[in-house]
């Protein structure tokens, strides 16, 4: 029951502690918890704003779903593979530091400022962490488990697919799930800069015209989606490896 509640009563002691700490600055540029709660309707009711939370969550689909369809095999072929680890590795380390969104300004410079430049930035945010994920994953299967594939007559595509993969999937959903996040962060942060639809879009017009309590408002949609999501994505990776996780509710007997 407390791990349950725990979370919800972490939300409510930052908007309290939010609350008072607007009252005792009172900033206009920093409207209370209340205020930015109250703004919450009049921007889930506006059709406008809808529309943009649509092209946003398109996005962050088409990037997300990208990013895992080529990342998880090239980081299970990178696990097993010398030299293919050999040949990526120092591509990923000099990309890996790199801000995502700070490669933006030279995306729209190659593709313009609509969705694809967008997806493509939140693929590469995604990307990284799936590919790292995926590779442990896959260098921490067992040997013995290929050898007895191969003596089954499995080929190397096979034991990728059929030994590999389901071994490694742990592993590789956490990856995926970190992804998810960084989605979402990658996805505000574009729009942000190439300000035509989305999310991102609202929130930086919102603070142009110095609505503040709306600015805050979107911090908090966006922070539930976050949640939301990450719950989802959660509930789905449970299912999945079930058998991977440790099992308490066995009754032991020592009669």
């Known amino acids: 029951m407390i791990r349950r509640i725990a979370p919800l009563l972490a939300c409510l002691g930052l908007l309290v502690a939010w609350q008072l700490a607007s009252l005792a600055l009172k900033n206009d ?23 943009n939370f649509g092209a946003s969550l398109r996005r962050m689909a088409i990037g997300f779903a990208a990013a895992v369809v080529i990342s998880i095999p090239l980081g299970l072929l990178m696990g097993r593979s010398r030299a293919v680890a050999s040949f990526f590795n120092p591509l990923l380390m000099v990309i890996y530091p790199v801000p995502k969104a700070a490669l933006m300004p030279i995306i729209m410079l190659w593709l313009g400022v609509g969705d694809l430049s967008k997806t493509l930035v939140i693929f590469l945010g995604v990307s990284l962490p799936v590919i790292y994920h995926s590779f442990e994953g896959a260098k921490a299967v067992e040997e013995k488990m290929l050898w007895s594939g191969a003596a089954m007559g499995l080929s190397a595509v096979q ?29 505000i942060t574009s729009e942000m800069i190439a300000r035509q639809s989305g999310a991102g879009n609202i929130l930086f017009n919102a603070l142009d ?18 949640i939301v999501l990450d719950a989802l994505f959660e509930r789905l990776r449970a299912r999945l490896v079930r058998w991977s996780e440790p099992q308490f ?7």
Do not use: H, N, W
């Open 249 to 255: 509710d066995i009754p032991l007997s020592f009669s």
């Open 29 to 51: 540029s920093f409207p209370t918890a209340l205020e930015a709660i109250r703004a919450i309707p009049a921007v889930l009711g506006d059709k406008d704003s809808l529309v």
């Open 209 to 226: 015209m110095g609505q503040y309590d709306t600015v805050f408002a979107m911090i908090i949609i966006v922070g539930a989606m976050g």
């Open 159 to 187: 034991r990728l697919v059929r030994i590999v993969l389901p071994a490694a999937l742990p592993e590789i959903l956490t990856g995926c799930r970190t992804g998810l996040v960084l989605a979402l962060i990658t996805m």
